[in-house]
């Protein structure tokens, strides 16, 4: 479909009836100078549908109502029907339920239409923005705690993305490649970027409370996006739990042979610790984050990072063994076991974001580095013996 508007807002919504009016009034205003149209894609088993045809009857603005019946994919795959259906290219999604504001669409199409992104964000988590409208500090600390999981799987992709989990946002849909997506819940735009690399821009914005309705949220919906993650980051996360899986047996191995010629259990867990921590850094380096090395800090910076953290993790972990063993009278090789299970995903997400973090551009090396990397030059370099 070729474009005939020059911004098509996108709202996906299941049962949001009380919020219909309202989002449109704000919309409305908040778009006036610019041409655009409000695609309503919708899975709703209440009278949203209803409601909506009423309110387009008077709208001021171009109104289009979707109603799916077999809700495909839950809002991600609302989303791209969306996209199919818009009359622009530059799609700009935004909740029912206005926690998203309206007010900050301008800002969004301005940066976009600047013509360098593919895709501008509107950020919880950038300058200036705010999360007030989460619940309570549990949904705050589910949100931080799921966004730098996110950012820990996709270290590279979203770099610049301080919000991949956000459902506002502006994008050119002829940079989105339908074919490769396969949305299965409601955060599709973790779904775009982690597909392809695109230019990303960020905007702030203050996350409000819901304006009428009850909240979606859910362990269910919990549990469907770590399934959604998961399949989007089987590949490194898989390598790294294998090569976790292959040292949390041969760390049990040590402590379980150790113990068995008479040495202290404390003593083999320091043991198997140390022996473990070189290895798995090592093979990491080799199958794991190989392609991240390149813009990564230098090798004896990344080995220095990755060895402290997991003697601090050590140090943490071999007391709430001792405890276990002690007063909770596990054994000490079951309690070395589920202990290092509880450290694999603290583990995985340091080492996306710190150990392997890439190099801010056009940062100039430190003094140490420097010395380090004229030594390492001068030694490779030809010469007679």
Known sequence: MGATVQLSVIVPTYNEAPNVEELVRRVTKAIEGID??????????????????RVAASAAIPIRLIHREARTGGLGGAVLAGFAA????????????????????????????????????????????????LADRTRVLVSKTSTALTRSMFPIKLRDV?????????????SVDQAILRPRGFKILLEILARRSMRVAEVPFDFAGRHAGESKASIRQGLHFLSQLTALRFGKMSLFAVIG?????????????LTQVGVGYIIAAIIAAEATIIGNFLLQERFVFHDMRESASAWWLRFA???????????????????????????AVVATAITLVVAFIVRFVFHSLVVYAPRKPGAAPSRARQF??????????????
């Open 372 to 385: 380090v990397e004229e030594l390492d030059a001068q030694a490779m370099s030809p010469g007679e013996l």
């Open 162 to 174: 301080s919000d991949p989990m956000t459902g506002f946002f502006l994008i050119d849909r002829r």
């Open 245 to 257: 899986g292959v040292g949390a047996i041969a760390n049990v191995a040590i402590v379980w042979g």
């Open 36 to 53: 655009a149209e409000i695609v309503f894609v919708d899975d709703s088993t209440d009278d949203t549908p209803d409601v909506v045809r």
């Open 305 to 331: 990072k990755s060895f402290s953290f997991n003697n601090a993790e050590a140090l943490v972990r071999i007391p709430v063994i001792a405890l276990m063993v002690e007063s909770g009278h596990f054994s």
């Open 86 to 133: 818009a009359g622009s290219d530059a799609c700009l999604v935004i909740d029912g339920d206005l926690q998203h504001p309206p007010e900050t669409i301008p800002a969004l199409y301005e940066r976009f239409a600047r013509g360098d992104v593919d895709v501008v964000i509107a950020s919880r988590y950038a300058g200036g923005g705010t999360s007030h409208g």
